[in-house]
């Protein structure tokens, strides 16, 4: 290599021959040469990029993961929701159907009471026996003197007579001694009833009641479908009208919910609201009347007790009506589109009108309201809408149709009595539900089941509630109303802004 040269304390190498240094050069092109290439095929070579590939892979799969499961619980919410607006609308409307029929029991409860008390004036009174013996009298001169006659028919006829006149008395006596009977403790009932106007004054709480009961139930339904195992928020129910007011707000005083008219305070309805009750009234002593007087009018004819039970019967009846209460006691009726009456729901003609009428009064939509729900990993995904997450859905209350039945008769025959449904005294014969014999000598044919009343009025205990499309007018003004929080305490609710959306562009958005 060198010798060292120097001094002690200096020692440096010398500097190699020139062909030593040449002799290495060959050997350090080599490394560069390699490392060259090495460097040349570091993008060929895939050892360690599995790490990296995982690490991206990971990546998305966390973000996938999210999203899917913010997915989820978006469709999870909007299914639960949607459940929630049905079971709200459906229950509240219930309610409001329920409180139509009660008032409708109550019309023909309040006319059958007066019947009920007029036949009971008479069971205490007993005016129509009193005319039996001297009627029986002459029933048993006119059978001695037939007794007498020369012919055997008529002497036949004659001993008959005077066999069956002692039979009749007895059964008048045994009849009025009933009926008094009875009179003792339920006509003291009936009379304060009516002198105290216990029906009416339930009516009026019902039409009070009953909207506010439909809202809070509602609500109820709402509260028992939200999920309290996932720290959500309760939903909330409100029941809304079309007219953009809470179903049992405060202004149910002036413009209440149910579809009725209470005549003491719209006096314009009082010649009607007699009309009807006098009509119903009678209905129901004559129903009275045939049942208890069945015998008479069919094996006890010569006593006349009959007619005579149902003419004082009537007498007190009438007084009742026109001179007892001739302004009080009286029912509740349905409120008509005009004052002249509403138009038949059934006919083509009037079927634009009616459907306007339908969904002003009588349909009603249902909103559940709910804090949105919290996002997953919301540093990454976040919600773009700032208000309350909320779904709806619209009942209508009804009169239902006449269904389709099997029938077997002539043509175009029905059975000429009208059933109301539940009413007092209205029994349906439910008819058999086998099918129809092919030995049968009349054909059978399918047709509308007959006796069954479509009446849109307060005397029809029919009312029933479907889900129908949530189309009405209103709506996306009913959706931007901030509804009240009816006794909940919280946050108030961020309702949506709509801008100019109306329903057309809605039912686009949520075709419910």
């Known amino acids: 290599m060198g010798e060292l040269v120097g001094d002690k304390h200096s020692l440096r190498p010398s500097t190699p021959p020139r062909s030593v240094r040449f002799r290495y050069l060959p050997c350090i092109q080599t490394f560069v040469r390699l490392k060259a290439q090495n460097l040349l095929r570091i993008h060929h070579d895939q050892h360690g990029v599995i790490s990296i590939l995982t690490v991206f892979a990971i990546l998305m799969l966390v973000i996938l993961l999210g999203y899917v499961i913010n997915v989820g619980r978006q469709v999870d919410s909007k299914i639960r929701m949607q459940n929630a607006a049905d079971g709200a609308a459906y229950t509240g409307g219930l309610m409001l159907a329920r409180a139509m029929n009660s008032l409708t029991f109550t019309n023909h409860l309040l006319c059958d009471v007066m019947a009920l008390t007029a036949f009971m004036r008479e069971a205490r009174d007993l005016n129509s026996q009193q005319y039996v013996p001297r009627i029986l009298d002459a029933w048993y001169k006119a059978g001695d003197m037939l007794s007498r006659a020369p012919l055997p028919k008529f002497r036949d006829l004659g001993r008959a007579i005077m066999a069956k006149v002692p039979l009749e008395q007895r059964l008048v006596d045994t009849y009025c001694t009933w009926a008094n009977a009875a009179s003792v403790p339920i006509l003291p ?109 069919h094996e006890a004819k010569m006593c006349q007790f009959a007619s005579l039970w149902r003419s004082f019967t009537c007498g007190y009846l009438e007084k009742i009506l026109e001179e007892e209460y001739p302004y009080s006691n009286l029912p509740h009726l349905i409120r008509p589109m005009t004052a002249q009456g509403s138009p038949d729901p059934y006919e083509p003609a009037y079927e634009p009108i009616f459907t306007d009428y339908l969904e002003s009064v009588y349909t009603f939509v249902a909103v559940v309201y709910r804090p949105q729900i919290p996002e997953f990993a919301a540093s990454v995904f976040q919600n773009p809408i700032d208000s309350d997450s909320l779904a709806y859905a619209a009942v209508r209350m009804f009169v239902p149709r006449q269904r389709l039945v099997w029938w077997q008769g002539p043509p175009g025959r029905d059975s000429g009595d009208t059933h109301f449904g539940g009413v007092p005294g209205d029994m349906i014969i439910v008819p058999d539900p086998s099918p129809p014999s092919s030995d049968a000598p009349i054909p059978w044919e399918v047709r509308r089941e007959p006796g069954i009343s479509e009446e849109w009025s307060l005397w029809n205990q029919r009312w029933t509630v479907q889900l129908v499309p949530a189309n009405c007018v209103s709506l996306s003004q009913i959706l931007q109303v901030a509804p009240p929080l009816l006794g909940n305490t919280g946050a108030p609710i961020r309702v949506p802004n709509l801008a100019n959306l109306g329903t057309p562009e809605l039912s686009h958005i949520s075709p419910h």
Request: glycine share 4%.
């Open 189 to 297: 009932m009936l009379e304060e009833i009516l002198a105290q106007e216990m029906i009416p004054q339930y009516q009026r709480a019902v039409v009070t009641v009953f909207p506010e009961i439909a809202q809070q139930a509602a609500m109820e339904c709402a509260r028992l479908n939200s999920s309290t195992s996932r720290r959500e928020a309760v939903m909330l129910g409100v029941l809304w009208r079309t007219s953009i007011t809470p179903v049992g707000g405060p202004d149910e005083g002036t413009n209440p919910t149910l579809p009725v008219v209470d005549p003491l305070t719209e006096t314009e309805f009082l010649g009607r609201a007699r009309s009807e009750r006098h009509r119903y009234a009678h209905h129901y002593l004559r129903e009275w009347n045939r049942e208890s007087l069945r015998f008479f009018d």
